[in-house]
């Protein structure tokens, strides 16, 4: 059984920065794609980024130039670096791994963009 837990969400100001990991558990063989995703009430879940395991990356435009994302295959994590965060940031981050085509998700994380 595979498990991803996400971590580092939290409340900051608007322009702050925060960076979310996401690691993966259980038995896991052949880790392919792995993303991050968020989601606000009402709304449905959107893509925020994505890192193949060649190391390509695919960004939503409203992140483009302010989050990075990057993944620790030795290590079983994806991280999210997110700066310049705006209040539009603000949304419930989930990771999602992608394990011989079937797809795994965490439960998610906080993210409160504020002042």
């Known amino acids: 059984q595979v498990q991803l837990l996400e971590s580092g969400g939290g409340l900051v100001q608007p322009g702050g920065s925060l960076s979310l990991s996401c690691v993966a558990s259980?038995?896991?063989?052949?880790?392919?794609?792995m993303g991050w995703y968020r989601q606000t009430p009402g709304k449905q879940r959107e893509l925020v980024a994505t890192?193949?395991?060649?190391?390509?990356?695919n960004y939503a435009e409203s992140v483009k130039g302010r989050f990075t994302i990057s993944r620790d295959d030795g290590k079983k994590s994806v991280y999210l670096q997110m700066n310049s965060l705006k209040p539009e940031d603000t949304a419930v981050y989930y990771c999602?791994?992608?394990?011989?085509?079937?797809?795994?998700w965490g439960r998610g994380t906080q993210v409160t963009v504020s002042s």
């Open positions: 259980g038995s896991i063989f052949g880790i392919t794609g």
């Open positions: 999602k791994v992608v394990i011989r085509g079937y797809n795994y």
């Open positions: 890192i193949t395991r060649e190391g390509s990356t």
